[in-house]
């Protein structure tokens, strides 16, 4: 079995008219969660099942909207990035499973750490998968329930759910519902809005805004919310729960105009920047924040310590961000097409670079040289996340610690091999700190992971 380590997005409408092309606009607004694949399955004017996918941009694999979809009432959709083992068409989703009377779709954000023994086991029971996607095992679960009779309902998913653990935002589409399911962790996030008389849910507000839709809540860890003719109904299907929204979400996933949980993804960032000023203050003649997910964390920091901030890094928005790209090649080779420094701005200046995170470190080495290249007379990284050490089981592409520069030498080592004049990390209770919380999954710098590991431990 693939282990599938994907940021992904999902987005799904219900009783709106065009809900495929509804789907089709959220999924564009959450394209910074994956760039590989993406689908949308919806239900047309038959009630037929319908599903349209490909590798490839919204824009590329629907470019004059979703065909024959305008009478839609209902679609859900998933923009995926799945690593170099697990990429192709069989592994993009949603997933439609086809029963006699109907069937259903899903579509999942996150990673399933059970999935290896969940897949033996249903496997030794005779199911047959179709793609290498841990997500495939949520809906071969549902199947194999509904085999033994009834129709897909709250106990129903309730019981596939307490069958996996792990991280997941998990829509499933039937003929007359949808059903927005969320981990007992709260790893991954999901919110729901209305859209005029129907519901739009989405893996970032930011999604809903954008469709016009009135943002109503995060569906809770453990929660199914049923959107139906019949309005919403909320069902807590896990005794345990718990707040373990993923901390890298907030640091650099999501996009900043989202809201997580009550707090504002930028809000967060700008006040990491501060608490990181606190505990680890600089003196220099400017602040410059790494595009994009830096920039708030910058202001934070310039903010804090009265140091102006510059733009003094232009991004090229027409070549993707470097950590999700695939390969190891394509992201040595995207830095300095991805960023011009402005030389004028630069030259003769002591800086402090504000960057979301250091995974590698060669991104921040190529970084800080074309910053000396273009006359900087210091340059003094400050990251507003803790050193990254461990591996994310739960959806996120940090797959080994030999890729991570931060579990095998200390501050100063990295500092060295990143080539600055100084390097500061927020404390892990700055960062908690920094978005007023008790709880997170800071797993990837603590190694204290919510679940258990499995065959990953
Ligand atoms: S291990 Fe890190 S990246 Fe993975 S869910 Fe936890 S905080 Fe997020």
Same mark, same amino acid.
């Given at each position: ?8 997005? &999902? ?5 709106? !008219? ?11 607004? +959450? ?14 004017? $038959? ?68 999935? $290896? ?118 069902? +807590? ?27 504002? &993804? ?12 606190? !505990? ?22 310039? !903010? ?14 027409? &070549? ?33 670079? &504000? ?103």
């Amino acid at each position: 079995m693939q282990k599938i380590r994907e940021e992904c997005g &999902v987005f799904g409408a219900f009783g709106v !008219e065009g809900a495929a092309e509804i789907v089709r606009m959220g999924l564009a607004f +959450l394209q910074h969660r994956g760039q590989e694949g993406c689908g949308i399955a919806y239900l047309d004017r $038959d009630g037929n099942l319908c599903l349209k996918k490909k590798l490839g941009l919204v824009s590329g694999v629907f470019p004059r909207g979703v065909p024959d979809a305008g009478t839609s009432r209902s679609a859900i959709g998933h923009v995926r990035y799945g690593t170099s083992g697990g990429s192709g068409e069989d592994n993009v989703q949603p997933f439609v499973f086809r029963l006699k009377d109907g069937g259903f779709a899903t579509a999942h954000n996150g990673n399933i750490v059970n999935a $290896d023994e969940l897949f033996k086991a249903l496997s030794v029971r005779g199911k047959l998968f179709h793609s290498s996607s841990d997500s495939e095992i949520l809906g071969a679960l549902l199947g194999e329930s509904l085999r033994r009779g009834g129709n897909v309902s709250e106990p129903l998913i309730a019981r596939a759910l307490n069958q996996v653990d792990g991280a997941f935002s998990f829509l499933v589409l039937t003929g007359d519902t949808l059903y927005a399911c969320r981990d007992k962790y709260g790893l991954r996030p999901l919110s729901y809005g209305r859209l005029g008389n129907g519901f739009v849910v989405g893996s970032e507000t930011c999604s809903l805004e954008a469709v016009g839709a009135h943002s109503v809540r995060d569906v809770r860890p453990g929660e199914i919310v049923r959107l139906s003719a019949d309005g919403i109904n909320h069902t +807590l299907y896990a005794s345990v729960r718990q707040n373990a929204m993923c901390a890298m979400e907030y640091i650099y996933f999501a996009r900043p105009d989202s809201d997580i949980e009550g707090l504002n &993804v930028h809000a967060f960032r700008k006040e990491s920047g501060k608490i990181l000023f606190r !505990e680890s203050p600089c003196g220099a003649d400017m602040v410059i924040g790494v595009p994009d997910s830096g920039f708030s964390a910058a202001i934070g920091y310039s !903010e804090a310590s009265g140091i102006p901030m510059e733009m003094a890094l232009v991004k090229n928005a027409y &070549v993707a961000r470097t950590f999700i790209q695939p390969t190891q090649e394509m992201r040595l080779n995207g830095v300095r097409m991805k960023l011009s420094p402005v030389r004028s701005l630069i030259c003769g200046k002591r800086l402090v670079v &504000v960057d979301d995170s250091i995974v590698r470190g060669t991104t921040s080495r190529q970084l800080i040289r074309m910053l000396r290249d273009a006359g900087a007379r210091e340059v003094h990284m400050r990251i507003p996340s803790p050193p990254l050490r461990n591996p994310c089981y739960y959806g996120v592409d940090i797959s080994s610690r030999e890729e991570l520069i931060s579990a095998s030498l200390d501050v100063e080592g990295v500092c060295r091999f990143i080539g600055a004049d100084s390097l500061a990390f927020i404390s892990p209770e700055g960062l908690m700190e920094a978005g007023k919380r008790t709880r997170m999954c800071m797993a990837c710098f603590s190694g204290n992971y919510p679940t258990d590991l499995y065959s990953h431990g």
